[in-house]
């Protein structure tokens, strides 16, 4: 039947049923670009895909509309045409498609069933593989680009529990969460507030949990720390020490409570500077957190504990002792 045979009344039914479908795809797309992350987890583009394959039973108008619409929609908020909205349009495409050909595929044995024209053996078969196939790999798609509500569980049990040991459960609430795919399975932002300060915390799908705020605050304070270091250096003329000192953090709540202090490259000649030095440091005002001294000398290591540092007398003797006995130490292992 052609056109000119259409009754009006038809057409005009036919032109407001694709009306209403070009604007549930782009209304689909804008949720599948700026929704939050649980309305990405559900593949609303594969579903309008069979959607309007069931309404229009042509799978190809069905395509041929959702990438005219997808498109149009990019174009919309993008301004005009880059390699994100020919990105979109491509994973866009193919998830409708997916859904059109699982509606035509649904809607032949559907048809067959109620004709009970049973179709040959094979045929079936290949109709059914082919029906789980646009089924399976639109949600595995889907669950690469958005993920789902499973990993979200236990990545948010995760992240409690982080909170809850690092910070103390006080006034805790997850602000905002994004779904970021890489290269590495992805990654989860929590954006959280605690106790009125707003957290970054990043979670890996290995388990790994990524704490911005902590990580930038430790950098802050090593830094700190090192340039009072420095400036005790230079007020007693032991600029030849290379001296670092590193903030050992245990739980946030409690502020970083122990640093530890590497002296490395010390030659022989340099023992009785590192000596000095220590004399020194005992004066400091961050002495009492100060937990161990790693000296490094002549590629031996000698770790002078907090208990030795407080009640010894540190000596040329002592860190001479020390190396010889890490080097025996050394030679047992061997």
Not at 145 to 171: L, Q, T
Not at 314 to 330: P, R, V, W
Request: a negative charge; proline letters at 2%; one cysteine or more.
């Amino acid at each position: 039947m052609t056109d000119m045979f259409i009754p009006k009344k038809e057409k005009i039914k036919i032109i407001f049923e694709a009306v209403i479908y070009i604007l549930l795809i782009i209304l689909a797309s804008y949720f599948t670009i700026c929704g939050n992350v649980f309305i990405r987890m559900v593949p609303m583009l594969y579903f309008l895909g069979i959607f309007g394959c069931i309404m229009f039973n042509k799978p190809v108008i069905t395509v041929i509309l959702s990438m005219i619409s997808i498109v149009v929609f990019g174009c919309l908020i993008e301004s005009e045409i880059n390699f994100n909205i020919i990105l979109f349009s491509i994973y866009g495409a193919f998830m409708t498609a997916l859904g059109a050909i699982t509606g035509h595929i649904a809607n032949l044995l559907y048809e067959n069933a109620k004709l009970r024209k049973f179709i040959k053996y094979y045929h079936k078969i290949s109709y059914i593989i082919g029906l789980i196939a646009s089924i399976l790999i639109p949600l595995i798609l889907n669950n690469i680009v958005n993920n789902n509500m499973i990993s979200y569980i236990f990545a948010r049990r995760d992240i409690n529990k982080y909170v809850i040991e690092n910070y103390g459960y006080s006034e805790y609430y997850i602000k905002n969460v994004e779904y970021i795919p890489s290269y590495g399975g992805g990654i989860y932002e929590f954006n959280a507030v605690i106790d009125g300060t707003e957290v970054e915390l990043n979670y890996s799908l290995n388990g790994e949990i990524a704490d911005v705020n902590m990580n930038n605050r430790k950098d802050k304070l090593n830094r700190i720390v090192n340039a009072e270091i420095n400036i005790i250096l230079k007020k007693n003329s032991l600029t030849n020490l290379d001296v670092e000192c590193m903030y050992d953090y245990s739980k946030i709540l409690t502020n970083p409570d122990i640093i530890k202090m590497s002296i490395v490259n010390v030659e022989s000649s340099e023992i009785d500077d590192v000596v000095k030095f220590i004399d020194v440091i005992k004066t400091w005002s961050k002495f009492e957190i100060l937990d161990r001294i790693d000296i490094i000398v002549d590629n031996v290591n000698v770790s002078i504990n907090k208990k030795d540092l407080n009640e010894k007398n540190i000596t040329k003797d002592f860190i001479i002792n020390g190396t010889k006995q890490e080097m025996l130490d050394s030679k047992e292992d061997i």
